[in-house]
């Protein structure tokens, strides 16, 4: 049973920066490329950033870049995400997913209704100005 669980979300101020983490079961770090998604409140799910499995390879939604990092821990079979200079409009539910597919092919996956295999239950941020 793969498992993802997210932490780290909480009440934030505008400028501050947060880590987010996303913590896999044994097996599933090694075996699923894992990324990022959030929701924000009346919008779709979006695609920030995921990482590969075997070689670490970084994928970044244009929105992001320069703001997000992700890295992982694989001792720790944890998935980080960063988020530097938080603006209210990153105000979301953000979620941690796993799937075999490259994460450059999630957004495309998910326009053609194609569900990545493995979610976590999400950690909300809320960014006050």
């Known amino acids: 049973q793969v498992e993802l669980v997210e932490s780290g979300g909480g009440l934030v101020q505008a400028g501050d920066s947060l880590r987010l983490s996303c913590t896999a079961s044994e097996g599933t770090f090694r075996t699923y490329n894992i990324g990022w998604f959030r929701q924000a409140p009346g919008k779709e799910r979006e695609f920030l950033t995921g990482?590969?499995?075997?070689?670490?390879?970084?994928y970044y939604a244009d929105s992001v870049k320069g703001r997000f990092t992700i890295s992982r821990d694989n001792a720790k079979n944890t998935v980080y995400l960063q988020i530097a200079s938080l603006k209210p409009e990153d105000t979301a539910v953000y979620s941690c997913?796993?799937?075999?597919?490259?994460?450059?092919?999630?957004?495309?996956?998910?326009?053609?209704?194609?569900?990545?295999?493995?979610w976590g239950q999400g950690t909300r941020v809320t960014v006050s100005s």
């Open positions: 997913a796993a799937d075999l597919l490259e994460p450059g092919d999630w957004t495309r996956a998910q326009s053609m209704g194609v569900s990545l295999r493995y």
């Open positions: 990482v590969t499995s075997n070689s670490g390879r970084q």
